[in-house]
């Protein structure tokens, strides 16, 4: 069940102690068996940011059981309050363990990207979060899909890539990579050098969601979703009635 904003509890500004809420989380889930397959990067929305005050992205852990194949029909309630945008997702081939990293680091660690849409959710009543309850709650993570083909990044325009979202034959949700921070890359890059200042660098092998790249939609039972990411492709996404 949602509960009320937990920033009344942690300062309004304490985005560390939501990390430490955060971490404290995911070694707990980790001790119960749950697998880290990468992460996932939120706020990449200069508007978002706006509406919630701060001037950065944030990030949260993706886990093995949060994979959802495109065939597999979603129950609405694995996720509270579950909305869903369209994403661009990354798989390392490459450590990336410096702490400023070039734009030339993140391409020769990219092996290739995929589109994607990411289920969140928050666990906080009415989505009434300001920064510390994100960050708190998993970066208001829940499930993701990966689309294909997965594509070498040769030739790729990030960010002029053109995307739009239907729920059925309605279109529900369009933007561009240029909203990602500029450039999905961007966000990238942005989140490898956060993640190896904290001494917990991007991996070979990770997946990593770059940030919506335009609305996210609420999602009712039912609903069958498809985002086209123009110059990577489609994916799509349906839940049970």
């Known amino acids: 069940m949602p509960i009320p904003p937990i920033r009344s509890q942690l300062s309004d500004l304490d985005v560390d102690a939501a990390y430490v809420v955060q971490q404290e989380n995911t070694t707990r889930w980790q001790a119960e068996g749950r697998r880290l397959v990468g992460s996932k990067i939120g706020l990449t929305s200069r508007a978002v940011q706006k509406q919630l005050g701060v001037d950065r992205p944030d990030f949260g852990v993706l886990f093995a059981d949060m994979l959802v194949a495109e065939d597999e029909p979603v129950a609405v309630g694995r996720v509270l309050q579950p909305k869903i945008e369209a994403e661009v997702a990354f798989v ?24 994607a849409l ?31 083909p997965a594509r070498r990044l040769d030739g790729l325009d990030f960010r002029g890539a053109q995307m739009q979202m239907t729920r059925g034959n309605e279109a529900v949700s369009k933007g561009a990579g240029a909203a990602c921070l500029g450039n999905p890359l961007n966000a990238m890059a942005w989140l490898a050098g956060e993640l190896a200042r904290r001494k917990r660098p991007l991996r070979a092998g990770d997946i990593v969601l770059s940030g919506a790249l335009g609305p996210m939609v609420a999602v009712n039972p039912g609903d069958a979703f498809e985002a086209e990411i123009s110059g990577l492709g489609s994916v799509s996404a349906r839940f049970a009635s």
């Open 118 to 148: 990411e289920i969140v959710g928050s666990r906080i009543k009415n989505w009434d979060i300001g920064i510390v309850d994100t960050v708190a709650d998993n970066a208001s993570s829940g499930l993701f899909v990966l689309g294909g």
């Open 92 to 115: 390392l081939d490459r450590d990336i363990d410096v702490e400023v990293p070039t734009m030339a680091d993140i391409m020769r660690a990219i092996a290739y990207a995929m589109p």
